[in-house]
């Protein structure tokens, strides 16, 4: 079985949980939570089509840039 990532998401209209996989890079089979995505696993899903097996309704996966914590880090110059 080919190593992946799985993402759960909470369906934003009933609350269930939506799993997405992501092709892992290692052989690893790690399991995140929408608001703690690494990037460089996200880079690979943002964007993909979602569906809620418990509604049926559809989402796009994006960036929440209204998220409550961000991280900021110190630029030179
Ligand atoms: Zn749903």
């Not at 890079?25 to 809620?52: H, K, M, Q």
Request: charged share 20%; net charge negative; with cysteine.
């Amino acid at each position: 079985m080919e190593p992946f990532y799985s993402i759960f998401f909470k369906c934003p209209e009933c609350y269930h949980q939506v799993e997405q996989h992501a092709k892992a890079d290692d052989n690893s089979f790690e399991a995140y939570y929408e608001e703690n995505v690494p990037r460089l696993v996200a880079n690979t899903i943002i964007g993909n089509t979602i569906y809620c097996p418990n509604c049926g309704d559809r989402f796009t996966i994006a960036i929440d840039t209204n998220a409550t914590t961000v991280p900021l880090y110190l630029r030179r110059g």
